[in-house]
C-alpha cells in the first residue's frame, strides 16, 4: 500500500509537458530509439502518480507498484488483488479468467459490487444492462493497480459502492522483452513486449503479446491469446493523443457444477462438468485527448468502445447427491447441453475539465465532466438434445437488452489552509433501461435518475499523519433482465442504494507507512443474488436494508538489511441484514450477508539486496457462510454450510541477473493446504492446491 504526504500547499495539478505519441498500432517498423525523457502516454487514472496524487483522496487508498506485480508473479489481476485491504476473493476456475472481487463484505459474486476500470475505461461488458464481470485484463500487461474507496468514487460511477478499481496497462517502451514461463499442472506462457519511437522522441508505440493454455488446477484446462498495441504522440506543444486497441480470446474447460461433498473428501481435483466451456471473446479500444487550455486548464476526452462475446455451454442437471451431478442424457428426449450465449457492445464518451483557480478567498482545485454512454445485449439460449458437445441447437431463448445512460459529475477541492483541504462532489446519472424478448415480441422499458453528493475532508495534522474523512451516496443500476420482467413488465425493482462513511488516518514516518480506516455502508436497499451464478437463495428482488461496519489497516515496515514488512488486516464484526422485509418467505433480519468474512489479513517478509527480491506472504480468510438463511450445516449437494476458516502461505522470488536478463519464481500454497474458496455458484470449490511457475525475461 502506498500511504504518503505532502503539505496541501504542494497539492496543485501537475500538467506534464511531456510531448507523446499517436497508437502506431500494427507500423512497428518505427526506427527504435532512446527517449530524451519519459513517455506518459494520456489516460484516465483514479489516483495519479507520487505523494500529492495519494494525499488527496479523502478515502482510503491502495496501489500495488510495478515492483511489487513483478514479485510476486500473481496469476491474475483477481489474485494479485487479494493482498489489499477490504478485498475479498471468490475463486471459479483457479485462474481469475471470471472475476468475483469483493469489498468490505459486498458479496464478491462477478464484481458486481464495484467499478473495475483499465485505463479509465470500464471493464464490465455492460454498466446499465449488468455489471457482470465474464472478464478480467491480464496482469502481464499491467504497470499497477489503484484501488480507490471513498467519496473520490464519485467521479467515475457508477456502482462505486464498494470502491473504484483501475488497472493501469503498461507504456511502450524501447526494444523487444521475451517473457516464457511454465508451471504445474502443464501451465506454460510466452510473452512478447516490443516498441519503439519516432525519432524526433514525438511518438511512440508498441505491441504487447501474451499466449497461455494449462491443463488447469482441476482438468479444466484453458487455451489463451491477448494482443495489445497501444501509443500516442503530440499534436503541437499543448494536445496530445493516444490510443490503445486490445484482442482477448480464452476457452475454459470450466462450469457452474462444483464438487459435491463426497467428491470435495476424495477427489478435490476432479472436473465434475468436463463437457462445460466457458468461451470468450473481446476487443475493445479507446482514444485519450489531452489538452493544456493553459497552466491552470486542462481538458481530457475519452471515447471508448468494446465487444465481448461470451459462450457458456453447459450440460442440464437432472438431479444432485452427496456423491456427485447426474446430467440429462442426450437421448433426444430433453434438453441435455444448453448454450447460454451472449453479445454485449459498449461505447461512451467522458470528457473532463480539471482546472485551478482563486476563489472564495482561497485557492481550488476543480473538475467538472461529462459522460454519455450506451450498452447492449443479445441473449440467446440454445439448447440440445442428442450431443453432449453442441454448439448449435434450437433457439429457445432470445433477447435483447439496451441502456443508455448520461452523467453529470463535479467536484471542487477547497485548499483552507496548507494542511487543510475539503473537496465536494455531485454525481448525477439519468439511464433508460429496455428489454425485448426476440420470439414473442413483447417489449418493455424502465428508467431511473440517480443523485449522488459527496463530501470528503484532509487534514496533514503533522508531516507523519494526514486524516480524511468522507460521506458520500452510492447507487448500482438493477441488472435488466430483473429490472423488466420477460414478457416486458417493469418489476420495479429499485436501484441499490446506500450512504456510506468512512474515517482515517495515513502517513510515513521514517522507515514505517501506514494506514488505518473505520467505515460504514447503510444500504436503504440491497438486491439479494439475482443471477444463476449468486448460487443458492439467488432470487429477484430487493432485499431491503444491510448495514456494513468495519475497519481496515495497513502497515509496511522497512526492518533494515534488505529486510522488510507489509501487514494488513479488515476487520467487519457488522455485515448483516437490517430489515424485517420478508425475502421469499423468510425473515432474515440480523443474518450474516453472504461472502462476508469477519476477519481478512496479508503478511509478507521480503527481502532485497542488489538484484535479488525474496517474498514469503501468508493470505488469511476467516469462516464465512454462503446463503442469506445462514445455513451452517453443509448440505447433501454441498451449495450450502460454512465455508471454514483457511491461511494461504505464498513464496516467491525475482533474481535481476543483468539489465537483459531476469528470472523468477514462485510456490503459492506453499505448505499445499487442502480448503474450500466458495460453494457458488452451484457446488463446491476448492484452493489452488501446492503449484509452482518458473520464468525468465530476456530484454534486447
Known sequence: MNCQQQPASQYIYHFPKTRLA???ALAMNLPLQALASEVALPRIDVVGKGEQAVTKQPGSV????????????????????KAVPGVVVREEEGYG??????????????????LVLEDGVPVAPGLFLANESYYSPRIERMESIEVLKGAAGLRYGPTTIGGVINYKTKNPEEGVKV??????????????????AAPSGEAIGGISLVTSQGDGFRHNGFELNDIVIKGGMALGNKQWVSAKFTHYDNTVNTSYVGLRPNEYRTNPTKNPAPNDYFETSRNSFDINHELDINEDTKLKTLVYWSQLDRDFWRRDIAARSANG????PCNNTVNCMTGRNRAFEMAGIDTRLLANYDGFGIRNEAEVGIRLHSDSLSNKTVSSRTNPDARSGTLTGDDTQKAEGIAFYGQNRFLFTDNVAATLGLRIETYEQSRTNELTGQFGKSNNTEVMPGLGVTWQVIPQAQLFAGAYKGFSPAMVATAISAGGADQQLDAERS???EFGVRGKAQRFNYEATAFMMDFANQIVPQSESGGVGATVTNAGKTLHRGLEGALGFEIGGGWSMD???????????????????????????????ELTGNLAINYKAGGLMTSLSANHVSSQIVDPENTMIESADGRRGEIPAYTVFNLSARYDVSKQISVFGTVRNLFDRQYIVSRNPDGIFPGAERNVEVGMSYKF
Open 22 to 24: 499517436l497508437a502506431i
Open 62 to 81: 491502495a496501489i500495488l507498484e510495478k515492483e511489487e506485480l513483478q514479485l510476486k508473479q500473481p496469476l491474475s489481476t483477481q489474485d494479485a488483488l
Open 97 to 114: 479468467f471470471i472475476p468475483n472481487i469483493g469489498m468490505r463484505g459486498l458479496d464478491p459474486n462477478r464484481s458486481q459490487k464495484l
Open 179 to 196: 517473457t516464457a514461463k511454465a508451471g504445474s499442472h502443464g501451465y506454460r506462457l510466452l510473452g512478447l513486449d516490443a516498441g519503439g
Open 325 to 328: 451431478t447426474t446430467f440429462q
Open 499 to 501: 450512504t456510506n462513511f
Open 567 to 597: 501487514a494488513n488486516a479488515t476487520y467487519i464484526p457488522t455485515a448483516r441484514y437490517n430489515s424485517t422485509k420478508i425475502v421469499a418467505g423468510i425473515n432474515r433480519n440480523g443474518n450474516r450477508l453472504p461472502y462476508a468474512p
